[in-house]
C-alpha cells in the first residue's frame, strides 16, 4: 500500500451535543509520540510513502501526556526517509493554542499542505448550542493564516445543516461563511438525531426544511470547490500516485489535492504531472515526465 494509516490518539476532550463518537470513544488518550514515531517508520519500511496521522479529534493530541500536535508532526517529519504525511481532521477550537507552531510545522515539504478543520456552522449561537467550543471566527482566521503563509493551500472542513435551533438566519450565516472562506472541500451533512446525544431531546426542525437547506448548501459547495479546482487548470508539479478509486488510480500534489491522468500510473508512482481541466471533485492532468 502506498498510504499507511497510523492513529495517534483515541476520543477527544469535548461533548458536542450532536456527537454519538465522544459516547462510544471517550475522553482522550494520547499516544506517545515516540510509539507513534516507531510505528510512521514501520509504515514507511513497509512501502508506504504517504503516512496519514489520524484520531478522533487531532487538534488536542497530546494534551493529557505534555505533548501536541505540532511537537509530534516535528518528531515525525525528523525521519529522513522521503514520504508525505496527511495531518487529519482537529476541531478548530484547540487552534488559537497550537497555531503557531502548527504553522511551523507545516513549513516541511513532507507535510501536505492539507488541514480539515470541521466548522459545522456560520452561526455562533449554533455552534454554542452545539458546544463545539469555537466560534466562526476561529475557523475563518484558520483559513486566513494557513493561506496566508503557504498560498495555495487545501482546506477541508464538515458543515451540519439542520441543527435544532438553526434558524434560516444562522443557516445564511453558514452560507455566507462558505461563500467567504470557500473550502476546497465541504463534507456537508444533514443533521439527524443520535440517540442518546442533548441535540436529540432538542426540538427538530422539519425533515423537508432540512432538505432544502441541504440541497441550497449542496449547489453553493458544488460552486465553490469548482471555482477554487479551476485555479489549478496550468499548474505543473510532483504527483504521488496513492489509492486507487473507482478503478483508477488517483494522486496527490502537495495540497493534497486528488489528481487523475489518462496514463496509467502505478501506485506508488511519483510524477511530474500538469493540469490540463478541473471539475467539482478533482483535477485532471498529464505526465509530463
Ligand atoms: S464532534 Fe469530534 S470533537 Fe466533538 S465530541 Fe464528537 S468526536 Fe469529539
Known amino acids: 500500500p502506498a498510504v499507511g494509516i497510523v492513529e495517534i490518539a483515541s476520543g477527544c476532550m469535548s461533548e458536542c451535543t450532536f456527537c454519538q463518537t465522544k459516547i462510544s470513544k471517550g475522553d482522550l488518550q494520547s499516544y506517545r509520540v515516540g510509539d507513534i514515531v516507531r510505528q510512521v517508520k514501520t509504515e514507511i519500511s513497509d512501502g508506504c510513502s504517504e503516512v496519514w496521522l489520524t484520531s478522533t479529534d487531532n487538534g488536542c493530541y497530546g494534551f493529557d501526556i505534555d505533548s501536541d500536535l505540532p511537537e509530534l508532526i516535528n518528531s515525525v517529519v525528523e525521519i529522513p ?27 516541511s515539504s513532507k507535510v501536505f499542505k492539507f488541514l480539515h478543520v470541521p466548522v459545522q456552522s456560520g452561526s455562533d449561537k449554533v455552534l454554542n448550542d452545539m458546544k463545539r467550543g469555537h466560534t466562526a471566527s ?10 496566508e503563509k503557504f498560498g495555495k493551500f487545501t482546506i477541508s472542513t464538515d458543515v451540519i445543516v439542520g441543527f435544532p435551533t438553526e434558524t434560516e438566519e444562522d443557516f445564511e450565516m453558514t452560507m455566507n461563511l462558505l461563500r467567504e472562506t470557500k473550502p476546497d ?10 440517540p442518546g446525544t ?6 427538530q426542525i422539519d425533515v423537508a426544511e432540512v432538505k432544502r437547506r441541504s440541497k441550497i448548501a449542496y449547489e453553493l459547495i458544488s460552486d465553490i470547490s469548482r471555482e477554487n479546482n479551476q485555479k489549478w487548470v496550468g ?3 510532483q504527483v504521488l500516485f496513492d489509492e486507487e478509486f473507482e478503478n483508477q488510480v488517483r494522486g496527490r500534489n502537495f495540497a493534497y489535492k486528488p489528481i487523475f491522468v489518462n496514463e496509467e500510473p502505478k501506485i506508488g508512482q511519483i510524477s511530474s504531472v500538469e493540469i490540463t481541466e478541473a471539475t467539482n471533485h478533482s483535477l485532471i492532468g498529464r505526465i509530463t515526465n
Do not use: C
Not at 476561529?138 to 493561506?147: A, I, L, P, S, Y
Not at 442533548?198 to 426540538?203: G, I, L, S
Open 138 to 147: 476561529t475557523f475563518r482566521d484558520v483559513v486566513n493564516q494557513f493561506r
Open 198 to 203: 442533548d441535540a436529540a431531546e432538542m426540538v
Open 81 to 107: 526517509d522521503k514520504f508525505f504525511v496527511r495531518v487529519g481532521m482537529m476541531n478548530p477550537m484547540y487552534m488559537p493554542r497550537i497555531r503557531d507552531n502548527l504553522l511551523k510545522s507545516f513549513d
Open 185 to 194: 472541500i465541504v463534507n456537508l451533512s444533514r443533521y439527524s438525531q443520535r
Open 235 to 237: 499548474w505543473k508539479g
